[in-house]
């Protein structure tokens, strides 16, 4: 599926009433519901492209008996690993999927289903269109798995995170990289407007 046109191909962060009708989507589907649910949680949870999340293993995780205070993403875009702290209700959700999925600390966290083994990572490209799919199916239709990432970004700034911590998260190696994905809603500008006064 193409970009959006009226971004110039580039993705808008999701919204925070569409990451809640995503997941909830997500949540009641019939098909791979543990583990399209886990993607999309753990694309939210770590500001992660989809490529370092889909080759994340169980062990990277999980000990095989708690979940790790941080994840590494190993396999990065600029060949830097990168540490991220696992958010403490983001650590419960990965526990009860470990658990109730029964992966071996060799597999993928987001196994593929293609595979008879089970043991396989989703192709990048598969994944991107997954989520994609996954995000149509709640009536996002202009939005992509990168939008998770500059969801997670935009969320943290709101929340007075600064710049160089945001940096550290994302990976970007300047600044100038990480303000592209920093977005104002439409609701934001007028409230920064209406804070003007003589």
Known sequence: MARPKHTGGAS???EQREVKRLLTVVSNSNRNRERNTMLIKTLLYTAGRISEVLF???SDVWDGKSVYPSLVFRKTK??????IPINSNFASDLEQYIKTSELKLNDPLIPSTRSSSGNNHINPTAGSLLVKRLMVSA????CSA???RKYALCHMLRNNVNIRTLQA????RSINSLEHYLYSSSSEISDA??????
């Open 12 to 14: 808008r962060p999701l």
């Open 56 to 58: 994340l293993k169980v």
């Open 78 to 83: 600029n060949k830097h690993t990168r540490r």
């Open 139 to 142: 009536g996002i239709t202009d």
């Open 146 to 148: 990168h939008s998770t």
């Open 169 to 172: 998260i994302s990976g970007h």
């Open 193 to 198: 407007i209406e804070t003007i006064s003589f």
